[in-house]
């Protein structure tokens, strides 16, 4: 099953509505295969922190980054296609 990975931080509006399109991504008509996903708080790790912060939402897919702010939801179902 594809990994898919919501770099985010609390309060983040484009990473709630991010969330929001993952979900109905997965459980909405023509949906690709099942996946699971995961949200990853980018506050937690001060790498993270300097790597997203101007970035986010970040959605990786299987460990590769597949698109940031803004978000492109047809890039995260390309990718969960080729997966």
Request: with cysteine; charged share 20%.
């Amino acid at each position: 099953m594809p990994r898919v990975v919501l770099y985010s931080r609390p309060g983040c509006h484009l990473c709630e509505r991010a969330l929001v399109a993952l979900r109905a991504l997965r459980e909405g008509p023509g949906a690709p295969p099942p996946f699971e996903v995961t949200e990853v708080n980018i506050e937690s790790d001060p790498a993270l922190e300097r790597g997203f912060l101007l970035e986010i939402p970040v959605i990786e897919v299987d460990g590769t980054v597949v698109t940031t702010a803004p978000v492109e939801m047809a890039a995260v179902r390309a990718a969960l296609a080729a997966s």
